[in-house]
């Protein structure tokens, strides 16, 4: 059988066995081709030794401790750029359950081909012949697209728990459906993946995130409970029912809007935002007499809290999480276009920040769609949509006013200081009520106007900065979560 794989791979695996060597394609990009999807990435196999393969291609380096070469091929396609080629493996020995005791290399393809995680990433193909090798039935399985462990799941997952997180991402990203005791083995050895560290963990939750069946995936991980090793917060969701508006438990609701993202091909942000989002329900929820239904008070600046730690706990990046918090943060924000005034949705963006305003409005879409009864107004969200642009046209920031720090301290000789950013929030407040009142003149009398009044007055008008916000959720939190406890 003729694959179609790229001039730049096979030309390794040739110049390999041209000296002498044994030379596949294995793991991924082998599956990948059988399933007519694009590799990602392309990885060579052979009996060569790291000090031989280098010797064969002179422009290639050592990657890492496993005694792969990586070869460079000179090409533009990213995908192409380095080949890495690994000498046939046996491992021995898994004490810590994440990692071998001992990698040594083998001399023999089946040996190498044992030692892999499921039967569909184990085949090996010889590009010149055109043959597969395939001891464990990988092709058989990725035509019933079942996902099984290469010999006994227990055992497997045993050795190396990251192979959990491995299975669903893998179900996730190729659709597949996960083989009977390869789940129930999941289901057992979950546990185990409080041994993996929190960044791979992460690496593989993003690439389910990222994949085209996002939902798929995190409720099969629920079902076999390792979420609650991924981000226990989400599992609490799980039978909590919602008000009439919703016609899924918290849970289900996440997940649809997570999978709405999906479906949209929006980014990584408004996914991880759209699966957080309704975090907190369950902790602000209250039964409302008077409306005869559930409320959520405050549960999205509750959530905004708890996604903050639960992203840290998953080693995210600062950035990552300053605006996913920041998404959930906002979530709730008022849309009706016949009601809101411009100058609240100008605070509304300064709030979210303009550069995740549009992510907000995607995640509201997202948010209506999990609802599973969302009523139908694309017409008013259009409207919306054209207040915002609008509004963006306006002063929105600090640095958006027509005067500045250093016009304070010229022009009104203000001191370097506090002083200087209270003046200018407060100066920011008036503009966001009116925009043209962004002008010298107007914000010059008002410098002088603020810089009269007490010290303490001047830091309240210009405090509405991140701090006094702060501060004043922090209060929230605690009367939120405090009269849940009463009640
Ligand atoms: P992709 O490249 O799309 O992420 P992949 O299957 O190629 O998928 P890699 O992480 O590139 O995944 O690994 C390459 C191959 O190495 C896999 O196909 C598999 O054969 C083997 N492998 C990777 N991780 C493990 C593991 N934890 N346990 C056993 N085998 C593994
Ligand atoms: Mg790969």
């Known amino acids: 059988m003729k694959f179609p ?27 990948d081709l059988l399933l007519n999807r694009t590799p990602k990435d392309w990885d060579v196999t052979t009996n060569a030794k790291p000090e031989q393969i280098q010797a064969v291609f002179p422009d290639s380096f050592y990657e890492n401790d496993f005694g792969t070469v990586g070869v460079k091929t000179g090409s533009e396609d990213s995908t192409l750029a380095i080949i890495e080629v690994t000498p046939y ?22 040996e190498d081909l044992a030692r892999r995680d499921f039967t569909i990433n184990a085949i090996a193909l010889d590009p010149s012949k055109g043959q597969l090798i395939d001891p464990y039935q990988g092709q058989k399985d990725i035509e019933s697209q079942v996902l099984r462990t290469v010999g006994v799941p227990t055992d497997r997952f045993e050795e190396d728990a990251l192979r959990l997180m491995r299975a669903v991402r893998l179900v996730a990203e190729l659709e597949f459906a996960l083989d009977t005791d390869t789940a129930a083995a999941i289901k057992e050895k979950g546990p185990n993946l409080a041994h993996i560290s929190r960044e791979r963990i992460r690496d593989e939750f993003l690439r389910i995130l990222n994949s085209s069946q996002p939902m798929m995936a995190l409720v099969l991980a629920q079902q076999l409970e390792i979420l609650s090793y991924i981000a226990p917060d989400l599992t609490r969701g799980v039978g909590v029912d919602q008000n009439q508006a919703h016609s899924y438990d918290v849970f289900g609701h996440l997940m649809r809007a997570l999978q709405h993202a999906a479906d949209k091909g929006w980014s990584q942000d408004i996914r991880l935002a759209a699966v957080f989002h309704d975090v907190s329900k369950p902790e602000t929820r209250r039964w409302s007499d ?62 979210v920040g303009e550069e995740n305003i549009y992510d907000l409005l995607d995640l509201r879409i997202c948010d209506r769609i999990g609802t599973g009864r969302p009523k139908e107004q694309p017409f008013r969200f259009r409207r919306y949509k054209a207040m915002v642009e609008e509004a963006l046209r306006d002063p929105i920031s600090v640095g958006m006013l027509k005067t500045d720090g250093s016009r304070l301290i010229e022009k009104f000789h203000v001191q370097p200081g506090p002083k200087i950013g209270f003046v200018l929030h407060a100066l920011l407040e008036e503009v966001l009520e009116d925009p043209k009142r962004n002008a010298e003149e107007y914000l010059d009398t008002r410098t002088l106007e603020l810089l009269a009044l007490p010290e303490a007055d001047l830091k309240t008008l210009g405090d509405s900065g991140k701090k006094r916000r702060e501060d004043e959720e922090e209060r929230e939190i605690k009367e939120i979560l405090e009269k849940h406890h009463v009640g």
């Not at 001039?7 to 044994?22: F, H, I």
């Not at 493996?89 to 089946?110: I, M």
């Not at 405050?298 to 918090?325: M, N, P, W, Y």
Request: glycine share 8%; proline share 3%; charged share 30%.
């Open 290 to 351: 008077e409306k005869k239904d559930w409320t959520f008070h405050g549960h999205e600046v509750v959530g905004s809290r708890v996604t903050r730690k639960a992203l840290e706990d998953l080693k995210f990046s600062r950035e990552t999480i300053e605006r996913v918090t920041k998404l959930v943060r906002w979530h709730m924000f008022f849309s009706d276009p016949d009601q809101i005034t411009l100058s609240a949705v100008r605070r509304m963006i300064r709030n």
């Open 5 to 31: 794989v790229p001039l730049e791979v096979s030309g390794v695996t040739k110049a390999l066995q041209d000296a002498g060597y044994e030379a596949y394609l294995v793991g991924g990009c082998v599956r």
């Open 89 to 110: 493996r046996t491992e021995t020995g898994y004490s810590d359950k994440r990692r071998p005791d001992a990698v040594s290399f083998g001399d023999n393809l089946e």
